[in-house]
């Protein structure tokens, strides 16, 4: 190898050209904890005269009582950046490093070996052309082999080598390395890799990594570093459909109107007609701006400014395509999702999605398995935890434009978000549509409570107020459904107010029209919490058997009863709506408290001590039990 | 044409997508301007992005009230050749209290007017995305930052806590307070830096270029005497040497390197052939081997 230092014999200039002239190879490294990963990727940049003087000297003093080569110096300490991890001795974060030939500039995703780190893994494998997978000699290939195996698969990284390290401890076996070769190749022949290769080498000593090494005179293939600057991996985007998602749109004045983006895929000509994927308005390409001079055609990976030969409707997120290749256009798809945090991933969960440009509120209608991701079985499964990958339908609130991942990882990626905390919580891979935005009926998606709690974002439920007339109520209902409201909830309150006046006029106060009333109230507040809504029902309901009713209508609905325990004194004290003093009077009949007993609820969830403290302070108790 | 991007092609085109991908998504975002080369390479990029439309958030710049002369008479001239709209910030209690690296020393000065000036400007812009110019290569901790790095309502970062970033789809979203850190070149090395700024004929200072300068010798570093400020010891005399700078900042804390290269290709030679990283020059790094990630905790750039 020769290095990106200028010769006396090379003259600067030409120098200077062939730096601006090469190609760029994203890989990633992976292999279990151990394996040498750090080490490896110190020892590429430290053979590729990239450790300056002042890195090494303090390399040397940190190398003291660790694992060191020939050079005396612990490579892994090169790599190894945060705080944290030098205390641990691991690698917990996707660390990037570059370092150059003369023929390439490479940049190398460092990734984690741990599971629970699994996530980053995929972080660093989704923009890699080629992964790197370290196996220990001595170890052959463990789990953590398959399960990085599976993700470089399912993140659609096409090229694979695997580095079989610490080939000193083994004496150099060839026999140790071809039967971890041959093992490999049985267990990744259905993983869709189209090249692979496999390189014995020692990191630590150097071993097969600029140039054949002596020690291993049988192995006949390739050294790691001329084998990665030679190697084609360049899926040549531009030969793709023309995918343009619009970025930003570029208004300097009345007169420019432009849609800035970087081609995804395919290339754009000057004249070329294009339709836009979601309204199928067609137009054709006026110019392609850069602060460079306009270009007559562009091609994938340029960062450009479209301008469009008349008056079109366009938007961020919109994506520009050639009318005899259009992407998909659907709000339903199925997708590989690799869950990325603590909280797992539910169906009828309603998260923000981004795709390219466009984001959107979708919602997991089907979680239609769980893909173990070391025996690569299938099971079913109803949640998705950290680090689990499972094959998911999605619905999202509009149509996007997409394409398969297979086809393009660019239109075919995307990430869920969080709607409160807005954290990245997992990533997904479309497989494919399961519905075209122009074909009306609906399939594959039953539309159920969890689905539309699911795009409420709320738990629905019911919270059952009972007291005494004048106990508070309904004062306490309505600060609790500000609040939950404010803070985004849908909620809605059932009380005697808008229940008596229509839906239950017919009734009157007798013992069984009081049953009725509860059992209308409380079949109303099932459904409602059926279409996803907290429901705040405050009904006086004395008597414990309608609240029992009221319970067990509400089946497997979250079912609160609050007792707003206010003596009679203090209510009748309060008498609003001046009940009490009509009930005194006898004009009144039926009245609870007067001539009518109010049945203490004998195991409420909650009790609210109305006499004692005011109604905000027990709409805020009664809020922080919920934890809504 | 051939299909294929060279890899500076490559880089500038996914920070370009970075920019655009900031303007598209925040309220009020903010681009740090340090007036070094990286600066001058980001602003060309933030140019790029946006032709023809003008960038659209200003450029902050922290004036430690120590930078070198000739950076702030180069910023003011770029900021007048390109109409960008440039807001400087000194932190005032440490102008009342007479902050300054003599006295106080480089940390405590560079935790008053770097660190809390910072703090202080980006909280009174409210800003909820800050565009910087740090690169990976720079330093380990750097090395596994986001592109878009995640900071609390306290500025603060959370290596530990940081968002898988898949692809170029990148989350940019924020609960009220929080804001953003982004790097549009990120994966950009030192090199590709200059090997741009080369290619593309973009103006940086010319402290970056060796010329006859007034310097005093430090066990080791020099330092450009760029005012009265600076006090001399004993019997020491400012001498005048052919030096230039590989990195730029404060110039009491800036350690200026002999060299003759007074030329772009000359600098890059020299750079290649050199053994000594660049951040050895900043003298706020070597205090101890984690420095610059506590620093970065604390809300440093």
């Known amino acids: 190898m020769t290095l990106a230092i200028a010769t006396p014999d090379t003259s600067l200039d030409l120098w200077l050209a062939q730096q601006t002239e090469k190609s760029l190879l994203r890989f990633l490294t992976c292999g279990s904890v151990d394996d040498g990963k750090s080490t490896l990727i110190g020892r590429l940049l430290y053979d590729s005269q990239l450790i300056l003087d002042d890195q090494l000297a303090s390399l040397k003093k940190e190398s003291h009582n660790r694992t060191v080569g020939d050079e005396g110096i612990d490579f892994s300490l090169l790599v190894d950046g945060l705080a944290a991890e030098r205390e641990q001795g691991i690698t917990i974060d996707v660390a990037y490093r570059f370092f150059s030939t003369d023929k390439r500039k490479f940049i190398v995703a460092d990734t984690p070996g741990h599971e629970q780190y699994t996530r980053n893994m995929a972080t660093g494998a989704s923009n890699a052309d080629l992964a790197l997978l370290l196996v220990d000699a001595r170890k052959g290939l463990l789990t953590q082999t398959r399960r990085h195996s599976f993700i470089l698969s399912l993140v659609g990284v096409k090229h694979v080598v695997l580095v079989v390290n610490k080939i000193d401890l083994v004496e150099y076996s060839q026999e140790v390395f071809d039967r971890t070769e041959a093992d490999y190749r049985v267990f990744a022949q259905n993983l869709g890799f189209q090249t692979f290769a496999a390189v014995p080498v020692s990191a630590l000593r150097g071993d097969n990594i600029l140039t054949s090494s002596e020690r291993m005179s049988w192995f006949k293939g390739s050294p790691l570093v001329p084998y990665l600057e030679s190697i084609e991996v360049a899926r040549d985007k531009a030969d793709l459909p023309l995918r343009f998602p619009v970025q930003w749109v570029n208004r300097p004045n009345l007169d420019f109107r432009g849609f800035s983006g970087t081609l995804a895929s395919g290339e754009v000509k000057v004249g070329d007609e294009v339709l836009v994927a979601a309204s199928r308005k067609p137009a054709k390409i006026a110019r392609i701006v850069t602060m460079d001079g306009d270009l007559t055609r562009a091609a994938a990976g340029q960062a450009i400014t479209l301008v469009l030969d008349r008056e079109v409707d366009i938007s961020r997120g919109d994506v520009l395509a050639h009318p005899q290749a259009v992407p998909e256009f659907s709000n339903q798809f199925q997708a590989k999702l690799i869950w990325m945090n603590e909280s797992p991933a539910f169906q009828g969960r309603s998260y923000l999605l981004k795709i390219g440009a466009q984001t959107v509120p979708a919602t997991i209608t089907d979680i239609k398995f769980r893909t173990n991701v070391n025996t690569l079985e299938q099971a079913a499964a109803n949640k998705l935890d950290l680090n689990e990958v499972g094959t998911v339908t999605f619905a999202t609130d509009r149509a996007i434009a997409f394409d398969s991942y297979a086809q393009n990882a660019l239109t075919g990626g995307f990430i869920l978000i969080d709607r409160l905390s807005n954290a990245t919580l997992g990533a997904g891979t479309i497989e494919f549509g399961l519905r075209r935005a122009q074909n009306l009926t609906y399939q594959n998606f039953d539309v159920n409570k969890q689905v539309r709690a699911g795009m409420k974002g709320q738990e629905p439920q019911i919270v059952w107020f009972t007291g005494l007339s004048g106990s508070g109520k309904s004062t306490i209902a309505n600060l609790l459904e500000k609040r939950l409201t404010a803070e985004g909830r849908h909620c809605y309150i059932l009380d005697g107010d808008n229940v008596r006046h229509g839906l239950n006029k017919d009734l009157g106060f007798t013992e069984a029209a009081r049953v009725e009333n509860i059992r209308r109230v409380a079949e109303v507040a099932r459904l409602m919490a059926d279409a996803g809504l907290i429901v705040l029902v405050s009904f006086i309901s004395p008597f414990e058997k309608e609240r029992r009713l009221a319970r067990e209508i509400a089946g497997d609905i979250r079912f609160t009863e609050v007792y707003v325990d206010t003596s009679l004194k203090v209510a009748e004290s309060r008498d609003p709506k001046g009940l009490y003093a009509k009930a005194r009077r006898g004009e009144i009949k039926n009245f609870t408290g007067i001539d009518s007993p109010f049945e203490a609820p004998l195991t409420p969830e909650v009790v609210l001590h109305g006499g004692e403290y005011e109604p905000p302070a027990l709409a805020d108790q009664l809020y922080d039990w919920l934890k809504i | ?301």
């Open chain 2, 1 to 301: 044409m051939t299909n294929r991007l060279t890899h500076l092609q490559t880089l500038e085109a996914e920070s370009i997508e970075i920019f655009r991908e900031v303007a598209a998504s925040f309220e009020r975002p903010v681009m740090m301007y340090s007036i070094g080369k990286d600066s001058s390479v980001l602003l060309h990029l933030a140019r790029k992005a946006f032709f023809p439309s003008k960038i659209p958030f200003p450029l902050l710049h922290v004036d430690t009230t120590f930078k070198f002369k000739e950076m702030i008479a180069f910023r003011d001239q770029t900021a007048e050749d390109y109409g960008f709209d440039l807001i400087s910030h000194t932190n005032a209690d440490g102008v009342r209290d007479g902050i300054n690296p003599f006295d106080h020393g480089s940390s405590r000065y560079t935790d008053i007017m770097k660190t809390a000036a910072l703090r202080q400007a980006l909280s009174a812009g409210r800003y909820d995305a800050a565009i910087g110019g740090a690169r990976r290569d720079e330093e380990k901790s750097r090395a596994k930052e986001r592109v878009f790095s995640h900071r609390n309502a306290a500025h603060a970062w959370d290596p530990k806590n940081q968002r898988p970033e898949l692809w170029r789809t990148f989350n940019t979203r924020l609960n009220p307070g929080e804001s953003m850190r982004v790097f549009p070149i990120s994966n950009w090395t030192e090199l590709d830096v200059w090997t741009y700024i080369y290619a593309e004929n973009i103006p940086i200072v010319p402290l970056y270029f060796a010329k006859s300068r007034p310097v005093v010798d430090r066990s080791g570093t020099l330092v450009m005497v760029d005012d009265e400020r600076l006090p001399l010891g004993p019997g020491e005399q400012p001498r005048l040497e052919m030096v230039r700078f590989r990195t730029l900042g404060c110039y009491p804390l800036t350690g200026a390197i002999r060299s003759t290269a007074a030329d772009l290709p000359s600098i890059i030679m020299e750079m290649q052939a050199s053994r000594t990283s660049e951040r050895e020059g900043r003298l706020i790094d070597s205090d101890s081997a984690a420095s610059m990630e506590k620093k970065k905790q604390e809300g440093y750039f």
